[in-house]
Nanobody, 116 residues
Framework: QVQLVESGGGLVQAGGSLSLSCAAS????????MAWYRQAPGKQREWVAT???????NYVDSLKGRFTISRDNAKNTVTLQMNSLKPEDTAVYYC??????????WGQGTQVIVSS
């Protein structure tokens, strides 16, 4: 059974940084591409970034340069470093398979609140 556990969210002022982590279990992590998503209040969940098993990354255009996705295959974790945060980054952040793959059961996500 695949389990995804996100952590690292919190309250931060605009311009600040946060590092989110996702711990995955129940999969052969190193061969699976991973992705981060977010869901803002009243909006649909949106894709943020993807990283392949060998570290090739892709981002939604609007977040390039501010967010960085990385992974540690030895620890089965994927990280999202978020810099220069804006109030519009406020959302619940989730990790899962990329949009072109079958999703695993969604975790509880981690809440990010950016105050102005």
């Amino acid at each position: 059974q695949v389990q995804l556990v996100e952590s690292g969210g919190g309250l931060v002022q605009a311009g600040g940084s946060l590092s989110l982590s996702c711990a995955a279990s129940g999969i052969i992590f190193s061969i699976n591409p991973m992705a981060w998503y977010r869901q803002a209040p009243g909006k649909q969940r949106e894709w943020v970034a993807t990283i392949t098993g060998i570290g090739i990354t892709n981002y939604v255009d609007s977040l390039k340069g501010r967010f960085t996705i990385s992974r540690d295959n030895a620890k089965n974790t994927v990280t999202l470093q978020m810099n220069s945060l804006k109030p519009e980054d406020t959302a619940v952040y989730y990790c899962n398979a990329p949009p072109n793959r079958q999703y695993w059961t969604w975790g509880q996500g981690t809440q990010v609140i950016v105050s102005s």
